[in-house]
Structure formats: C-alpha cells, structure tokens
T-cell receptor, first 118, second 113 residues
Framework: GAVVSQHPSRVICKSGTSVKIECRSL??????MFWYRQFPKKSLMLMAT?????????EQGVEKDKFLINHASLTLSTLTVTSAHPEDSSFYIC??????????????FGPGTRLTVL | GESVGLHLPTLSVQEGDNSIINCAYS??????FIWYKQESGKGPQFIID?????DKRQGQRVTVLLNKTVKHLSLQIAATQPGDSAVYFC????????????FGTGTKLQVIP
C-alpha cells in the first residue's frame, strides 16, 4: 500500500516548450501532495504544496507562473514546467500523505521524473 | 533559515558490520523525524520515523535514536548488506509546519562486500 507513481519517468524537451509531470496516489486518497526538486548529489528541495481543490502553496523563490501545479482530484496532482530552459533540467519528485494510515504524517514518494531541457 | 544536516559525507562499511548514520537538525520546534533511503535515480523510500516524545525506535534491522538536547538524530543499520548501499536522508517536520518536511543533505552509504 501507499504507492505513488509519476509519469513520465524521463523526458527530454527543447527550450521554450512546456512539460507536464503527473503524480498519482494509486491506492489511497491524498488531499495534499508535495513537489520537490533535486539536483545531482544534492538533497530534496521542496517547491510547493499541492492542495486538492485549491491553489498550491509555493516555497520562497519558486516561480508559480513557471511551475504550474494542479491538484484536480484526490489521487492526481500535475506539475507543468512552462517555457522550459536548460537550467530547469533536474529530478522532480512528488510525495503524498496517506492520512488513513497509522503514522499519518508519513510522506510517500514517487519514483521521480528526470527532466532534461536541451 | 532552519536547516537539517550539514554536508554530504560518505560512509563505507564492510558487509555484515553495523552502520551508524548521523544527522544534526537546528529547528528546535521540530517534533517529527524521518529517515529515507534513496537509491540512484529513484525516489526516497521511507525507512523509519520517530516523534519527539520518544528517544528510540526500532524497526527491522534499523534503529533510530533521537537526542533532543543536542538536536541529533542517528540511524543504525544492523548487519549491513550490499542492498543497503544508497544515500540516506534525515528529514524533519513540525506540527505547525503545514505538513512540510525539510530534508537534510544526506549521507552516502557504501557497503563493501
């Protein structure tokens, strides 16, 4: 249980294009999901908190118009990187909490999406 | 701002030995701590957690110790196996933090067969 998936696992795109990454909780409902970014050999950096049915909450320094987040249902959040540039190349990871489980604060992570912008 | 962890050290251990991975945190308001394991190219995998009202918690082959006095967290892995090779992150959150989790910088564990 508590499985989180991401799609695609890897994407390569040209500069100026937009890329959408999906995060799904497969066997539980998640009112809150989180999006992280990770550079090589670095830690995870929280980008935003995705709330079902409302606007996402972005961390300081994260451009909300560049990283569009939509949490359309209790099992799906999407991150769209708009007008991508090479510096947006990174490993993007989502997570979700399963509030029905004991230890309800635990976040379960997706497998990540490797974005490469040419 | 508050931070968890320091640099990214590498710990090399012989297969079968016990491993101890340490983490320092600085937010005294944190009341929930988690250890994650991340293999190359994958997302973090939950290992074990502990709340601030405890100082020790044991799982299968793993033990987490929490010392709130010095703001220190450790992960002990018994009888380390090659499959334990990965980067280990400590993470913290607090009740008033809107569920946000702050990650430390991580420690790379290399198991020598």
């Amino acid at each position: 249980g508590a499985v989180v998936s991401q799609h695609p696992s890897r994407v390569i795109c040209k500069s100026g294009t937009s890329v959408k990454i999906e995060c799904r909780s497969l066997d539980f409902q998640a009112t809150t999901m989180f999006w992280y970014r990770q550079f090589p050999k670095k830690s995870l950096m929280l980008m935003a908190t995705s709330n079902e049915g409302s606007k996402a909450t972005y961390e300081q320094g994260v451009e909300k118009d560049k990283f569009l987040i939509n949490h359309a249902s209790l099992t799906l959040s999407t991150l769209t990187v708009t007008s991508a540039h090479p510096e947006d190349s990174s490993f993007y990871i989502c997570s979700a909490r399963d509030v029905t489980r004991a230890g309800r604060d635990t976040q379960y992570f997706g497998p990540g999406t490797r974005l490469t912008v040419l | 701002g508050e931070s968890v962890g320091l640099h990214l050290p590498t710990l090399s251990v012989q297969e079968g030995d016990n491993s101890i991975i340490n983490c320092a945190y600085s937010n005294s308001a944190s009341d929930y701590f988690i250890w994650y394991k991340q293999e190359s190219g994958k997302g973090p995998q939950f290992i074990i957690d502990i709340r601030s009202n405890m100082d020790k918690r044991q799982g299968q082959r793993v033990t987490v110790l929490l010392n709130k006095t010095v703001k220190h967290l450790s992960l002990q892995i018994a009888a380390t196996q090659p499959g334990d090779s990965a980067v280990y992150f400590c993470a913290e959150s607090y009740s008033g933090g809107y569920q946000k989790v702050t990650f430390g910088t991580g420690t790379k564990l290399q198991v020598i067969p």
